[in-house]
């Protein structure tokens, strides 16, 4: 069956960096656009980034901008995220998510394979 792992979260002071893995499996990888969204407590899950199949786009929500970057290697099935200059803001669980589309990519509902989470905290 189709599996999304994430790994990497961890606690970090505000400035500093921090780099989220994706380990895809059981699906065929190059076919599925990838992104990352978060959720933080009492809040809806959001856009952070994603990267398309065809031809390796990316788009970031406008509150990481500049500051994280998401990239894919086909074989080895990663959807790495590095994030820079983490503010106390980006403290969430942060999700790896699979998606067939190569539009509407901000939205959760267009994905239809998700990971676990992996929880990042960024202490002022």
């Known amino acids: 069956q189709v599996q999304l792992v994430e790994s990497g979260g961890g606690l970090v002071q505000a400035g500093e960096s921090l780099r989220l893995s994706c380990v895809a499996s059981?699906?065929?990888?190059?076919?599925?656009?990838m992104g990352w969204f978060r959720q933080a407590p009492g809040k809806e899950r959001e856009f952070v980034a994603a990267?398309?199949?065809?031809?390796?786009?990316?788009y970031y929500a406008d509150s990481v901008k500049g500051r994280f970057t998401i990239s894919r290697d086909n074989d080895k099935n990663t959807v790495p995220l590095h994030m820079s200059v983490l503010k106390p803001e980006d403290t969430a669980n942060y999700y790896c998510a699979a998606s067939l589309l190569v539009q509407s990519l901000d939205l959760p509902k267009n994905y239809h394979y998700w990971g676990q989470g992996t929880q990042v905290t960024v202490s002022s």
């Open positions: 059981g699906l065929t990888f190059g076919s599925y656009t």
């Open positions: 990267i398309t199949w065809s031809d390796g786009s990316s």
